[in-house]
């Protein structure tokens, strides 16, 4: 389960919603916090499998494929 | 047909069950006790739309509820199974102690937000600009100060001071599933007490944080020189 909270919640580590529910019900601040998060960990964690893979191309396309998918990722979340 | 990788399991290739994108199965491809779960792609590469993030998410909760596991960083298409056991060869040691890392434990999460952001007016010179950043980065080293307290409830922590200028902390902690309740009851002490921002504690998350070395162990065999 993921649970977050609202930033104006007065008890603000008290979970308020599951990532399960459907985003699209949740208060628009939560939805913000945790989007947030998730973008943080699905696009900056997680083991890297072809790591050694991209590297071999070179250093910059690493970083330049990590740009795009955030890149992308902002601009559907800004409904563009 | 190409893969889309979820994560790295501790668990038997016949033991993985669930569904993936586009309603595929699961399925493992295992190499000495690892699996990397894997589901066929359908016609178009995983984007990463709040949708599909979501999925994501909750493939690996799933995945997680079942067995020890290391989340695949978002957007990880493999070529055939030969490539996904290639991976798991050539990693394994370093997979085997991560998923030993995290067996048990959960990621936690701290965000920072200010109560009253920075004020940003214009500098009317360089030495103005750097004062004006110094007070920043000292407010938010104090966000860094205060949650302090909560290292000795984590196995491992990840300690971000401002890693935007919006965002003054961002911390993941990787903690035992049994002291997660202590862990949000600490953290809502420190923000009760906290006047200059608000923490808020997300989780339990996969650990995505804590599944990839901080500096990678990268084979540069065969890369140009």
Not at chain 2, 102 to 127: C, F, K, N, Q
Not at chain 2, 153 to 174: E, N, Q, T
Not at chain 2, 185 to 209: H, I, K, M, N, R
Request: proline share 8%; with cysteine.
């Amino acid at each position: 389960m993921v649970s977050g909270v609202a930033p104006g919640a007065s008890e603000s580590t008290s979970p308020v919603f599951e990532a399960s529910e459907n985003p699209s019900r949740l208060p628009h601040h939560s939805r913000q916090v945790t989007l947030v998060d998730i973008l943080d960990r699905l696009l900056g964690g997680g083991v890297v499998i072809q790591g050694h893979i991209t590297l071999a191309v070179a250093d910059i396309d690493l970083v330049e494929l990590d740009l795009s998918l955030l890149v992308a990722s902002i601009d559907k979340l800004a409904g563009r | 047909m190409s893969l889309v990788a979820y994560a790295i399991a501790d668990a038997d290739p016949d033991a993985i069950e669930g569904v993936g994108f586009d309603e595929q199965p699961l399925a493992g491809i295992g190499h000495d006790g690892l699996v990397l779960v894997v589901s066929r792609q359908g016609s178009r590469r995983p984007e990463p739309t709040v949708q599909t993030l979501w999925r994501y998410e909750e493939i690996i909760e799933q995945l997680m509820s079942r067995h020890p596991i290391l989340p695949a960083r978002f957007g990880t298409v493999l070529a055939d199974e030969d490539e996904a056991r290639v991976a798991l060869r050539d990693r394994y040691e370093e997979l085997r102690h991560r998923l030993e890392m995290v067996r048990g434990a959960v990621e936690l999460g701290i965000r920072g937000s200010w109560a009253h952001a920075p004020a940003r007016p214009p500098a009317r010179s360089g030495t103005e600009y750097m004062l004006g950043q110094l007070d920043v980065r000292h407010r938010a080293q104090c966000f860094a100060e205060l949650v302090d307290p909560l290292r000795p409830l984590a196995r491992s922590s990840k300690v971000k001071v401002l890693p935007r200028p919006a965002v003054p902390l961002l911390a993941a902690y990787l903690v035992d599933r049994d002291r997660t309740e202590k862990f949000r009851e600490v953290a809502a002490e420190l923000d009760a007490g906290f006047e200059d921002g608000q923490l808020v504690c997300t989780g339990p998350w996969p650990p995505y944080s804590f599944a990839q070395p901080e500096t990678l162990d990268l084979d540069l065999q065969g890369a140009p020189t």
